[in-house]
């Protein structure tokens, strides 16, 4: 079944949508991953929280899109699945890549966790039955920015430190 084609404000509209999307994926993979973290005895217990959010600024949102708008003027695909086409490439060599970076320790901050690297975003707390909580409350950014030689932009997650970009 053939698609219409998207016009260049829905397409647009998609990128957004597309960036939403992912920015709650992303939120939902770190606390997936604090959960898997958590550990429990029958004496003691040992538990991981994040209360931030996972969020992207202008910028990126500039950066996808044009890089859309450009490789969709630029295409040869028909019939309007050029943006999504070009939104699922982006996905799979980009997005994925970089999702699957996000738990991992950084090499640059020693191994650190994205979440962990400050401490001023990280409050533990001992209740009366040595049960630990550690909450974190850092927020994340997802930058995309453009290629310097035209090709796929790049992303990557980063602390926020007062916005997104």
Known sequence: MP???LCAEELSQAVAKYL???CDAAAARVRAHLQRKRRGSATSALEYRWTGVVRHG???LGALDQHV???VASSRL??????AWLLANFHQSTMRPAMQTLTVGDAAEGGRELLAADQRFVRREVSVWNSTTITYTAEICLEIAPDAGGGTPRVRF????H???
Do not use: L, N
Request: net charge neutral; glycine share 12%; aromatic share 4%.
């Open 20 to 22: 939403q999307r992912e």
């Open 58 to 60: 202008p910028e990126a």
């Open 3 to 5: 698609f219409r084609e």
């Open 158 to 161: 980063v602390r926020m430190e």
């Open 69 to 71: 708008a450009e490789a």
């Open 163 to 165: 916005m997104c970009r």
């Open 78 to 83: 028909v019939g309007g699945r050029q943006g």
